[in-house]
């Protein structure tokens, strides 16, 4: 007898719109267990959009309390702390939609993540690709990528993601 898993997905309800998300847990589990638990909580609620490069990627995660400022308030991971990469060589930032952690460089993943908004393969072994946009990239993430930013690259308009919707949660028990 096969077993056949579901694809686990979430989606994420922005101000701007949906983006369906399917999280590769079978490859990258302790990451994927991080991202599903913390939207699980409610964690990503309100958290802000606060980093966007038009060509690049758009930055979310930081919690939104009790500072949206994700210098001040990096965010945290459910392992207490920063946590190890996962870089697997058969996931690669590759193309529009794919998404991964945010860092400062090795082992430093938290609960911040971006979404690419084309291939960025400068970012392969450097950062855990996690998932991928399968709804949403052509309306969701156009919206995202076209949103006017300061010279830091911070949106003008605060767009944030409202709540998540977990599918097919295989962590959950």
Same mark, same amino acid.
């Given at each position: 007898?096969?077993?056949?898993?579901?694809?686990?997905?979430?989606?994420?309800?922005?101000?701007?719109?949906?983006?369906?998300?399917?999280?590769?847990?079978?490859?990258?589990?302790?990451?994927?267990?991080?991202?599903?638990?913390?939207c699980a909580s409610s964690y990503y609620d309100a958290?802000?959009?606060?980093? &966007?490069?038009?060509?690049?990627? =758009?930055?979310? @995660? $930081?919690?939104?309390?009790?500072? %949206?400022?994700?210098?001040?308030?990096?965010?945290?991971?459910?392992?207490?702390?920063?946590?190890?990469?996962?870089?697997?060589?058969?996931?690669?930032?590759?193309?529009?939609?794919?998404?991964?952690?945010?860092?400062?460089?090795?082992?430093?993943?938290?609960?911040?993540?971006?979404?690419?908004?084309?291939?960025?393969?400068?970012?392969?072994?450097? &950062?855990?690709?996690?998932?991928? =946009?399968?709804? @949403? $990239?052509?309306?969701?993430?156009? %919206?995202?990528?076209?949103l006017d930013v300061d010279s830091k690259n911070r949106?003008?308009?605060?767009?944030?993601?409202?709540?998540?919707?977990?599918?097919?949660?295989?962590?959950?028990g």
């Open positions: 007898m096969s077993v056949t898993l579901t694809p686990t997905s979430v989606k994420l309800h922005t101000d701007l719109g949906d983006l369906k998300i399917e999280v590769f847990c079978e490859s990258v589990p302790k990451t994927a267990e991080n991202f599903l638990a913390l958290s802000p959009f606060h980093r &966007n490069i038009p060509n690049f990627m =758009v930055q979310t @995660g $930081a919690p939104a309390k009790p500072s %949206a400022d994700p210098k001040r308030n990096p965010g945290v991971s459910i392992f207490g702390g920063q946590f190890e990469d996962e870089i697997n060589p058969a996931l690669k930032h590759n193309a529009r939609g794919i998404v991964s952690m945010a860092n400062k460089g090795p082992n430093t993943n938290n609960s911040q993540f971006f979404l690419c908004y084309g291939p960025a393969p400068h970012l392969d072994g450097k &950062n855990t690709v996690f998932g991928k =946009v399968i709804e @949403g $990239a052509d309306s969701t993430l156009d %919206a995202l990528e076209s949106p003008k308009e605060k767009v944030s993601i409202q709540s998540v919707t977990i599918h097919a949660n295989p962590l959950a």
